[in-house]
């Protein structure tokens, strides 16, 4: 099952920079979509769930274009606290219920 | 504050060993996932369970079985361990589906010699 594809990266951008992140998923009939952070050798931890609308928290922004099956994260004004991994993620349906699928993720490096 | 906690962070077992993976979590959440996470391969499904004594194979099952007897206990069980199985464990819960987070323990790394 490849249900999510993204770009790895890396992503080496200046402090201060905008950077976007995109993904694509393979089921159509998918309904909730999100974007996680993992920091090197930390476990998975949500940034953001993504709505059909778009929303923004802060300097993070998600959108989600149901037709073309794809979704974004745009980061504005880089921080070096931002340099993590950044993880597509689709929840998917399986027999007894949905589990998450997630994308190899996105590395991004913030630089002084 | 969820906490998901596993049983080790570091794991070493020999080929052909039965190995037990533990994970609890403290917040009387429904649904438990077991995910491998692998360099150039990302996280992966092993295995998932809904509720108490529920179980379904996720994309990557083979080699693997679980067992859910309590609601906060979900267990990962290598039958025989092989050395392909040498991987970074992570255990997941939350409440239930949809836009629920998902919260991660700490993840045990295991190797398989």
């Known amino acids: 099952r490849k249900e999510v594809e993204q770009d790895p990266g890396p992503f080496n951008v200046p402090e201060g920079a905008t950077v976007a992140f995109n993904c694509t998923y393979s089921n159509s009939a998918s309904q909730s979509f999100f974007w996680y952070r993992q920091d090197c050798r930390k476990e998975p931890k949500l940034l953001m769930s993504v709505y059909s609308s778009g929303n923004e928290d802060g300097r993070f922004t998600a959108q989600l274009n149901r037709a073309s099956q794809y979704i974004s994260l745009l980061i504005r004004d880089s921080k070096l606290s931002d340099s993590a991994t950044y993880l597509c993620v689709v929840n998917c349906a399986y027999d007894s219920g949905y589990a998450l699928n997630f994308g190899k993720g996105t590395s991004l490096l913030v630089t002084p | 504050d969820v906490k998901v906690t596993q049983s080790s962070r570091y794991l070493v077992k020999r080929t052909g060993e039965k190995v037990f993976l533990e994970c609890v979590q403290d917040?009387?959440?429904?649904?438990m996932f077991w995910y491998r996470q692998d360099p150039g391969l990302g996280l992966r499904l092993i295995y998932f369970?809904?509720?108490?004594?529920?179980?379904e194979k996720g994309d990557i099952p083979e080699g693997y079985s679980v067992s859910r007897e309590k609601k906060e206990r979900f267990s990962l069980i290598l039958e025989s361990a092989s050395t392909n199985q040498t991987s970074m464990y992570l255990c997941?819960?939350?409440?239930?589906?949809?836009?629920?987070?998902?919260?991660f323990g700490p993840g045990t790394r295991l190797t398989v010699l």
């Open positions: 369970s809904y509720d108490v004594k529920m179980k």
């Open positions: 917040m009387d959440h429904e649904n």
């Open positions: 997941a819960s939350r409440i239930s589906g949809g836009m629920d987070e998902q919260f």
